[in-house]
């Protein structure tokens, strides 16, 4: 049943992505040059309602924490953010939006995948000389989150660190408001 779920809600979540831009690379680029902010509103906005309505169903008892997995931050994952960023930045797609545009039949987006599909099997197959390395040590405390995640330090520990995500969910509904669609 979980697979199930999965390809459900996989597949309504790249239906939203298609629908919003978010697989079209020059919306993307416009969003990170600035001069096209509809895909960034989004973002933001999509950021702002699951986080209200996440922890808000944490707070009435609706979902548990059990749910949350925190990665843990080390050093490897600031050059690997970076030249993701670059590859972002580069291509116009990130991961997910990548795969959504070759789902609807982009071949830059095909190619997008092949490529991660080949980074990936290569720092898998060289993983070994990192393993044991300072780059895989434990950055900022390992699993730290700004709220009590349950499995992560918290910044914000206390019974209440709910209340602040809603907060800051609801800054993001805000900004993406506010935020106009261009930049003239």
């Not at 169903?57 to 997995?69: C, E, P, Q, T, Y």
């Amino acid at each position: 049943m979980e697979l199930i779920y999965a390809i459900i809600l996989g597949t309504a979540f790249g239906f939203v992505l298609q629908r919003v831009g978010a697989a079209d690379p020059d919306k993307i680029i416009g969003m990170l040059n600035l001069t096209d902010l509809h895909l960034a509103k989004a973002i933001l906005s999509a950021i702002g309602i699951a986080s209200a309505l996440f922890f808000g169903a944490v707070m009435l008892g609706l979902v548990g924490m059990d749910h949350v997995s925190i990665k843990a931050m080390y050093w490897g994952v600031l050059p690997g953010g970076a030249l993701l960023g670059l590859g972002w930045a580069l291509s116009g797609y990130c991961p997910g939006t990548g795969i959504v545009a070759a789902g609807a039949g982009r071949m830059d987006g095909v190619f997008f995948i092949l490529g991660g599909l080949v980074g990936a099997g290569i720092f898998t197959i060289r993983y070994h000389l990192l393993k044991g390395t300072w780059w895989l040590e434990e950055l900022f405390g390992g699993k730290t989150s700004l709220v009590q995640t349950g499995s992560s330090n918290a910044l914000i520990d206390t019974s209440w660190s709910p209340v602040v995500a809603i907060a800051i969910g609801v800054a993001f509904i805000v900004m993406a408001l506010v935020l106009p669609k261009r930049f003239r």
